[in-house]
């Protein structure tokens, strides 16, 4: 399964961004899927998790309260609601499917993954 992520760009401190990711001709609706990024010189870090039915999500303690993930299952594709946004959030989100049906915070969980895109946030 190849994911396609888009919605980055730059934006100054405070502004909302709204990431995008879909896969294409596949069906993602059993997977539980999430967000995570990496910055320059960091490893990757976790974002935020859904569950398959959408109702269950976990987010990093950095990002609670600012970010919010969601999923439409008739386009099979996620969101990431980007609020008020911070210098620190700059990085390349990507996003992806895990092997499971439960949100999780475990990059070893994930098997699909899309190319990223750059969230860049200036002061």
């Known amino acids: 399964v190849q994911l396609q992520a888009s919605g980055g760009g730059s934006v100054q401190a405070g502004d909302s961004l709204r990431l995008s990711c879909t896969a294409p001709?596949?069906?993602?609706?059993?997977?539980?899927l999430g967000w995570f990024r990496q910055a320059p010189g960091k490893e990757r870090e976790f974002v935020a998790s859904?569950?398959?039915?959408?109702?269950?999500?976990t987010y990093a303690d950095s990002v609670k309260g600012r970010f919010t993930i969601s999923r439409e299952y008739a386009k099979s594709t996620v969101y990431l609601q980007l609020d008020s946004l911070k210098p620190e959030d700059t990085a390349v989100y990507y996003c992806?499917?895990?092997?499971?049906?439960?949100?999780?915070?475990?990059?070893?969980?994930?098997?699909?993954w899309g190319p990223g895109t750059q969230v860049t946030v200036s002061s």
């Open positions: 992806a499917a895990s092997r499971s049906s439960a949100a999780t915070s475990r990059l070893d969980s994930y098997r699909y």
């Open positions: 001709g596949r069906t993602i609706s059993n997977n539980a």
């Open positions: 859904i569950d398959w039915r959408g109702g269950t999500t």
